[in-house]
């Protein structure tokens, strides 16, 4: 793994075998990253779960296949899930497949762009109405 920044510009290389959330975990980490945006993110991943948010449960599906990453976008709050990322693949006939990204390990590589929010603090807050942690959004003292 490698990484890079500029101002709160996060750029992120992954290698084979690197696991994409715990990678996100650490950069986050040494960045000292709580709220934020994951702007883009290209490349293959292997080992892959994807889900659909059927009412309050997610049907989810892994994928072991290696698969091309056409979109890949989300956000970073505390609470759970600290990262919500949705994603798209495309397999090797083309068809694509996409929804809420649960795991995925990067196979040969990926590259994410990622925001940190200064003066923005996104926290996940359960909402009794829908059941689920929904983004709350606030300005930072």
């Known amino acids: 793994m490698q990484y890079a920044v500029d ?21 986050c980490d040494r960045c000292s990253i709580d709220s934020g945006s994951i702007r883009w993110g290209i490349g293959m991943v292997r080992d892959f ?56 390990i990067a196979d040969p590589m990926m590259e994410i762009e990622i925001t940190r929010f200064q003066r923005i603090s996104l926290a996940r807050i359960k909402n009794e109405l829908s059941g689920l942690n929904e983004l709350n959004v606030s300005q930072k003292q």
């Open 7 to 27: 101002g709160d510009t996060i750029i992120l290389k992954l290698d084979s075998g690197d696991n994409v959330f715990d990678s996100l975990s650490i950069i």
């Open 49 to 104: 779960e994807i889900g659909y948010l059927n009412a309050l449960t997610y049907e989810k599906e892994r994928f072991s296949e290696r698969a091309e990453v056409v979109s890949f976008h989300g956000s970073i709050a505390s609470g759970e899930p600290t990262f919500h990322i949705h994603a798209s693949v495309a397999r090797r006939h083309h068809d694509v497949i996409g929804g809420h990204l649960f795991s995925a």
